[in-house]
Every structure is written in C-alpha cells, then in structure tokens.
C-alpha cells in the first residue's frame, strides 16, 4: 500500500519554507458551529497572520459569506474537494470531478466567474497516482505539510496536548508547515458522548490558535505563506 500514495508531510525547508517561517493551515471548513471560523478569522486578524484554508465544495455553498470574508482578509482558499471523500474510495474521473466541483462553489461564492484554485490538499493527506494526475492536469500545487498534530482526535477538554507538540515541534525545527482542522467531517467512533467533550466540537480552534501564535511570535518565528500567485486576485486587480 505504502507504494500507491504518500502522506503529505515534509521537512519545512521541503514544504518551501525558508527558516523561521511558519505557515497555518486549516481544513474542512468553513464551519459556522460556535462560530468557529469567523473566530478563528478573528484571531488571525489580531495577530496580522495570514494562513491557508482548506475548503470543502459542500461547505463553500452553505457558507459563502465566510468563505468571501476568508479572501478579502488575504488568506489563501486551497481547494479541498467538493465532498471530502477519501481518494482511495474515488476513481481518477471521481476525483477530477470533486476538484472541479469545489472550485465551482468557490467561483460561486466569490462571485469571480474565472476563478480557480491554485492549490490543492488531498483529503486527510493522501496522495494517490490519481491525485497526482489531477494536479498535474488541472496545473495545481500541492499544499504540503511538516507536521500532523491529530487535532481531529480531540475535544475542547483535552487539545492542550496537541498545542504543546505544535510549538515545540516549530521551535525545535524552527518553522514548520501545520495544520488545524476547524470543520468536522470525520464523525466520532463508537458511543455518543457530550458534546463538550466530543471530538467533533471544534469549538477550542481559535482559542488554540491564539497560544500557537502568541508563543511562536514571542519565539522569534515568523508567519507566512507559501511563494504563491493567486489568479482571483490578479483577475480583481487587472479590473
């Protein structure tokens, strides 16, 4: 199996960061639940950082205003298909389609008829022959990772742990390329349990998201994208 798809993580430097730079990420989005994105959109205004957000065609639709308040804040909308199926489950025109259909949506919510997508992340990082079809296809790059924290494994009483690996893996490699998750797509296994305490309440992100930031930038470290040329913009500009 380990033959037919990697993971998308790779050393900072590996991930086109220079050292000391830091980039966010975000997947599954948007989320509107306990207002989880527009309070991580928040966050990330008080501290000046600019990330990338991952998005998912499905949401986009249900969610246009945050995804149009997401651009004009300058953070980067990464297309992370229509529906999120995992690409071992899709054949390669599946997959094709899903990529095609979540820059419809965000088409749609931008209101810019020519928009597409400059980056691409696979859902839950799986990089399959066909994903790479696709991306050399439709001329899309790869939004890599340097670090996988498992955030999607827990809840608002117990993510403290996740926060403290994500620092210290920054400061120890000086940078890093790293993900949060403010949608749920994956539901929780087994018993249903309070939602306080439910993997599926994202509802700690942005609060989560203030520590990383406030103690990277007290570190040194600075927060930035990846090299990028965002055709929405240079199609606004160019009106």
Known sequence: MISLFTIMRKTPRRAGLMP???TLTFDDGPNLTDDVTPRLLNVLHRHDVKAGFCLVGDQVRRHSAVVQRIFHSGHLLINHTQTH???LRMRYSDLLAEVQSCDVELSHALGIPAYRSEYFRAPFGIVTPGV????RQLKMKQMLLSHYGWD???GPHNYQSVVD???DNAQRHR???YVFHDGSLCPAKGDAVDWSESVENRSWIPDAVDQVITELKSDGLRFTLPE????ARRIL???
């Open 20 to 22: 000391g730079e830091v």
């Open 85 to 87: 199926t995992h690409p």
């Open 132 to 135: 790479r079809r696709v991306l």
């Open 152 to 154: 999607t494994r827990v």
């Open 165 to 167: 690996r994500m620092i």
């Open 175 to 177: 940078g890093g390329l």
């Open 228 to 231: 990028q040329t965002l055709t």
């Open 237 to 239: 500009n160019a009106g």
